[in-house]
């Protein structure tokens, strides 16, 4: 008997074939596959996805319209990124996972902040609540053909009461100025049950201070270096908490107490370096 | 009375004998105090290096079908004198700190980075399997050997450990050789060499190729290193190497080690194995009657 | 076309690439017949020698929590010329038989025996981890794995193969010296020395305290050996080591191997794992269009 | 997620305490033990016993009165068993198994014949008979303060119409002579629906002749030298069947086939020898 006959190990890489890809943005592409686990991940977990002969990256695992499929959603950065952007239909990569927690979603008057590629667990959030919710996402860009999952968020929330705002830093689209400051703007003038973010550490760190200090609860999933993905290498720490292991999402009352969170994070060597 | 969990590796003396092995989750010192605070009765920190390495592009870990895990990381780490700088204001952890170097003076030098540290003891890391000119290149230079770990004492009067692995020549050599030289313990083993292939793409998955294999496929193979060198020197041994169980434990403590250390079991139970492995060692000592784990180790020589 | 499975190791050829690993079900004909209707492309005895040996008291093999299995059965066989008798009539088989020795002149004097046997080939077991002054004894030994393998060429045109593993000296010093002296392929590897403790009884669990580890364990370690041989000496390789998929035998096919053993599996398996591994690769090699195993030998090098 | 946390890894020992020792004769003993497993094996099946520090034999499992336990019947002849009949109450043995096949038990009009301590698989056999069935066990032993299990067999048959049939080679207590002579006169006399045996080869060939020319069902029990138990080593082969794997337990067909039972065993070296 050997346990591997019974269960895929989620811990050891299983190459899928890419079968569509979309392009969100000039930058940014959705890659779509099949797979028996991915698409039934809970909202706020990820993959540690291999780009064979490039490098190994964790993605939040994005949701298809196609059942029996997942994706990942993915900009175009650095090395590994970009391998994995220029990844074509028919080719092949690796994944490994589901890993990290899950939001806790509240009912209610919801309120989901996302800047970038932060919007993918955001999406998979919106495929989990109630149609009795009231929720309000808020999307960040720098600029107009930045901006992406504005259509799909509001076809998500057809049979909810809900609201998509955009915000661009530049005016081009949307409200002008920083999303952090329309959080600041929301949560003063009404009662939220529950804020959930995802983006740039900065975005996510005020988003957190405005909810956390009304006592409104609030979870952000946090972005670190990762090597493993499983609690061994520790390269995804904060403070000391394992990104993850007991992360990716970390309420307020949690992050309020951490000197990293919003300030410092770790580099390949695993050294402190500011945001 | 109560049996007690404290244990001596020579004139390192540790409250518990389960500490984290080096690698594993060992580069800040707010995770050093979670573990202290789980039950781990010390942290040896990632191997560090003169100048911070990033180490190899991933994909650097996995697990393996059939159990164990395979990793290539690199021996990345933030270089001894930024870690140094991180653990200053460490009062209550005992933090082994592990070295990595090519050369004496590379030892030395980081030595002196931990002066204003409180450090319980250096490990030398004479074994990874995956990085060349550090590592089991050093380990199989017995002259090298020598040298290193005679340069080491003369730096510092704080007790020096030689972590020794299966290399490409006799580590028992490489044993007798620390020993000789005036080494105060040794840690047996590191990971053992090894590859993986994934079928679909043809290609070996780590981006190092060549990784090290840890985790329970390597107990029997610890366990039989301590066992061999616990019979033939008489040296304070830390047994490391797919441990994972409060069994697993006692039969490192019968085979002749004095504490063990654990890293993939981390990967595999997370860490409250810490707290699982001390209470079934406990349970184990009260069943048989025995006060100190001193009292356990080596028992399985005299067959 | 459908893809054929028959593989040549150099001048041996065989119709399926999956033989018997030797000390595995390896002492009788009928046995062997048995295997080979079964699927296997070739089986390997029992190591021999040239007395008979019992081999050591229980226990001697058992499975070891975690995976894998432990064994020193301390080469245990019915001694050369009663092995040669037993095969005499041997018709169909591909026998490839295993010989242990501590001088060239055993090797010589064991060969002379089977002068009257259809034998595919001889394995020269080199690296037995848990017998003394045979086995590893010798394949650490460059000056004697000369001799012996300089004997044995001497002595047969049936094709030789050297059987290395893990011992206190590099092993691909033991391969190159093979190569110089003429073998004609290398089987990697045996076993990796280990042990058990039981910790009610504080014992060894093997009869002979240490023994070898096999199975699943040793599989990425014995994966590595292979492309490590294969990258440096142009040398037909038969993978061994922890094989129990068709999975496996790609991953080895990949890495260099032109054919592989299995043992431990059959002890998880039973005997029809010959088949689902020639089934498994079969359907590999129709879905990559590979109409040889060849065609797909050593493709992870590349990388 | 280990799969020997889920279950016993029945090929890695465990170790039980001898809780009571029972002479059977001057020089058989039954030691009983406490265990989840080995009190709910199947008639024919063994275990592999250590006895710490000295050897490891196959065992027949030995059933117990006492629910959640079993029991090893051992005659002392060598090293081996006699370390194992010297184990006093309270000490400890590993055992590894269950291995090997069972009796496939007939209904109607059964015999056993057993043989010394090949008498243990056929008391666990009279554990699974069906009340219905007419049950004749046959004894052999050379000499009267040999003879055991005669009160168990009659106690366990106690609701079957039975016959306990003792032989002894020098007739010094049931019937004199070969317990063979015996079975042939039985067959002879009536029709069975299956004979079973266990005991000395011999007495196992006749035994299996004597039915299986008559067409009777019959299934031995073969005892060969085994290391492993499991099918690994081959020290147990018989012709080419493993004993340990595909037997213990052939039937007549089977075994009028084979050219090595009855007449040929294996020595430790391998080497055939002559039965
Ligand atoms: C839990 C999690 C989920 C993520 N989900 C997505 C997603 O859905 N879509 C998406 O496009 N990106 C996602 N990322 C970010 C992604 O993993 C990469 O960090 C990013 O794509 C840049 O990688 P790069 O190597 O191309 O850039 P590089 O130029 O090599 O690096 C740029 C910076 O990216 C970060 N980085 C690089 N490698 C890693 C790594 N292995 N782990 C974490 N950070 C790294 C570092 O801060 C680095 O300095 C996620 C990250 C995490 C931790
Ligand atoms: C499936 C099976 C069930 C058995 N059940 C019982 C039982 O319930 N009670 C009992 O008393 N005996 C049983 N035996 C026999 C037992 O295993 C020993 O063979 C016997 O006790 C003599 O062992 P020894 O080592 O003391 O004698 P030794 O003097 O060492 O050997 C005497 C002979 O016993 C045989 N023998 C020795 N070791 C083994 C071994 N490991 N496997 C098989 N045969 C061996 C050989 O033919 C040997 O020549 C069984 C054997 C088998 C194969
Ligand atoms: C991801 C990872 C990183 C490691 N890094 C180091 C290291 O930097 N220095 C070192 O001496 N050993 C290192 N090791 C080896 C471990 O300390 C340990 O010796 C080995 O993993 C065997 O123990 P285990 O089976 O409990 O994991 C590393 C192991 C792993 C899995
Ligand atoms: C019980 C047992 C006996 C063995 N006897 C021999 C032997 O006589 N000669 C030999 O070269 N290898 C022997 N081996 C080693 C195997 O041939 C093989 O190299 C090893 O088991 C690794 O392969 P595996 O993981 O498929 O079992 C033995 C292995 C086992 C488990
Ligand atoms: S990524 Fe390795 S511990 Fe989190
Ligand atoms: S006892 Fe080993 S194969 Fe049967």
């Known amino acids: 008997m050997r346990w591997w006959d019974l269960q895929r190990n989620s811990n050891h890489t299983t190459i899928v074939t890419i ?61 590994a990124s970009t391998g994995l952007f220029n990844i074509k239909v028919g080719e092949k990569i690796g994944i490994r996972g589901p890993y990290g927690n899950a939001f806790d979603i509240k009912q209610g008057k919801l309120l989901l902040v996302g800047g970038g590629t932060g919007l993918v667990p955001m999406m998979r959030l919106l495929t989990h609540v109630k149609s009795t919710d009231d929720v309000t996402v808020l999307i960040g860009a720098k600029s107009k053909d930045e901006v992406f999952f504005e259509d799909l968020a509001n076809d998500l929330l057809q049979n909810n009461p809900h609201n998509v705002i955009i915000s661009t830093d530049d005016g081009s689209y949307g409200e002008k100025g920083f999303v952090t400051d329309i959080v600041e703007k929301l949560v003063n003038e009404s009662h939220f049950d529950g804020v959930y973010t995802c983006g740039p550490e900065k975005m996510m760190y005020k988003t957190v201070q405005s909810a956390h200090s009304r006592g409104i609860f609030v979870q952000a999933s946090l972005e670190r270096m ?13 403070g000391e908490d394992l990104a993850c292991k007991d992360g990716t999402i970390f309420d307020g009352n949690h992050l309020s107490k951490n000197n990293e969170f919003g300030y410092f994070h770790r580099n390949k060597a695993g050294i402190l370096e500011d945001y | ?53 990033e180490g190899y592009p991933n994909p650097t870990i996995f697990s393996v079908n059939g159990g164990g895990w395979m990793n290539a990381v690199g021996l990345s780490n933030p270089g001894a004198s930024n870690f140094a700088k991180m653990i200053e204001h460490n009062q209550d952890v005992p933090i082994i700190v592990s070295l990595v170097g090519s050369i004496p003076e590379d030892f030395e030098m980081m030595i002196k980075e931990f002066t204003n540290c409180n450090v319980t003891a250096f490990e030398l890391n004479l074994s990874c399997p995956h990085v060349a000119k550090v590592g089991l290149e050093v380990g199989d230079d017995p002259e090298l050997v020598k040298k290193i770990v005679t340069t080491v004492k003369n730096s510092t009067s704080i007790p020096a450990i030689a972590k020794v692995g299966l290399g490409t020549t006799d580590y028992l050599n490489t044993v007798k050789i620390a020993i000789d030289s005036g080494i105060d313990a040794i840690t047996a083993i590191n990971t ?35 066992y061999e060198i616990a019979s033939k020197y008489d040296v304070p041994i830390i047994g490391c190497g797919g441990i994972s169980t409060w069994e697993d434990a006692i039969e490192f403590f019968l085979a002749g080690a004095s504490a063990i250390q654990l890293g993939s079991a981390i990967g595999d139970n997370w860490i409250n194995v810490f707290d699982d492995i001390n209470k079934g060692v406990l349970q184990y000592m009260k069943q048989k009657n025995y006060s100190t784990i001193d009292e356990m180790v080596g028992l399985a020589k005299k067959f």
């Open chain 1, 226 to 238: 990762m090597k493993c993905g499983v609690g061994i290498c520790g390269s995804c720490c904060v």
């Open chain 2, 1 to 53: 009375m109560e049996p007690s969990l404290s244990t001596s590796i020579g004139k390192i003396e540790l409250n518990s004998p389960a500490m984290l092995a080096s690698g594993i989750l060992g580069i800040s010192l707010d995770v050093f105090n979670r573990l202290y605070r789980s039950g781990a009765g010390a942290v040896v920190s990632k191997s560090l290096s003169i100048e911070p390495w």
């Open chain 1, 19 to 79: 079968e569509k890809v979309i392009d969100e943005t000039p930058t940014v592409r959705t890659l779509v596959f099949s797979d028996s686990i991915m698409p039934n991940v809970l909202p706020g977990q990820f993959a540690m996805v291999w780009i064979p002969g490039i490098n190994e990256l964790p993605m939040s695992v994005m949701i298809s319209k196609e059942s029996g499929k997942a994706a990942f959603t993915v900009r175009k950065h650095g090395l």
């Open chain 2, 192 to 226: 053992v060499r090894a590859m993986a292939i994934d079928v679909e793409t043809q290609r070996p998955i780590l981006s190092n190729k060549f990784g090290g294999l840890s985790g329970t496929p390597i107990k029997p193979i610890a366990l039989r290193c301590v």
